[in-house]
């Protein structure tokens, strides 16, 4: 009877590491083809990243030619109809604190 045990407790080791064989296989392919997803999307969220950066330059130049003190002055005087203040019409207020 011991004999039957000792062979079985043998056998069921070799048929447990005879199965754990294909999971493992299974389970490496599951973890490569989740690898190669995240891949894919890293990626892609490169290239959206290129694209907002691009993006962001332009608005930036954008920005720069808009608050330009030239263009600001020019819309003032000729759209606005604005004009540089003389120093007669300069009031200055003075607050004193406590």
Same mark, same amino acid.
């Given at each position: 009877m011991k004999? !039957? !045990?000792?062979?079985?407790?043998k056998n069921l080791g070799i048929y447990l590491l005879t199965l754990s064989i294909p999971c493992f296989l299974v389970l490496g392919m599951a973890q490569s083809r989740q690898y190669m997803n995240i891949e894919k999307e890293v990626a892609e969220l490169e290239i959206v990243q290129k694209d907002l950066i691009e993006k962001n330059k332009a608005l930036v130049t954008d920005i720069s030619v808009l608050s330009s003190s030239e263009r600001i002055e020019k819309i003032a005087v000729e759209e606005l109809g604005m004009r540089k203040a003389t120093s007669d019409e300069i009031v200055r207020v003075s607050i004193k604190g406590k």
């Open positions: 004999q !039957k !045990k000792t062979g079985f407790a």
